[in-house]
């Protein structure tokens, strides 16, 4: 599968962002998917999971209540609503595919990955 993620770029403390990431290839409904990112200088970080049907979710404690993943099996794209953003938010944001049971936490669960898409919160 390939992933393509846009929506990114520059918004102001407290603003809104929408990413998505389309993915091509077969059976998008089979791979659990995840959004992960990565700040200068530091490791690629979890951001939030979802299920391959979108039932069960997951979220680092960093964006709790604050960002939402969805996804949308016919369009084959997955979402990521980040509201209330932080300058420390700032970061490349990437999503990815985990072919097994998932969504998992560590980026090595995964096994497609998109290009990433620049977040930059301004303070």
């Known amino acids: 599968v390939q992933l393509q993620a846009s929506g990114g770029g520059l918004v102001q403390a407290g603003g809104s962002l929408r990413l998505s990431c389309a993915a091509s290839?077969?059976?998008?409904?089979?791979?659990?998917m995840g959004w992960f990112r990565q700040a200068p200088g530091k490791d690629r970080e979890f951001v939030t999971g979802?299920?391959?049907?979108?039932?069960?979710?997951y979220y680092a404690d960093s964006v709790k209540g604050r960002f939402t993943i969805s996804r949308d099996n016919a369009k084959n794209t997955v979402y990521l609503q980040m509201n209330s953003l932080k300058p420390e938010d700032t970061a490349v944001y990437y999503c990815?595919?985990?072919?097994?049971?998932?969504?998992?936490?560590?980026?090595?669960?995964?096994?497609?990955w998109g290009q990433g898409t620049q977040v930059t919160v301004s303070s």
């Open positions: 990815a595919a985990d072919r097994w049971d998932g969504p998992g936490t560590s980026q090595y669960d995964y096994d497609y």
């Open positions: 290839g077969r059976a998008f409904s089979t791979y659990a």
């Open positions: 979802i299920s391959r049907r979108g039932s069960n979710t």
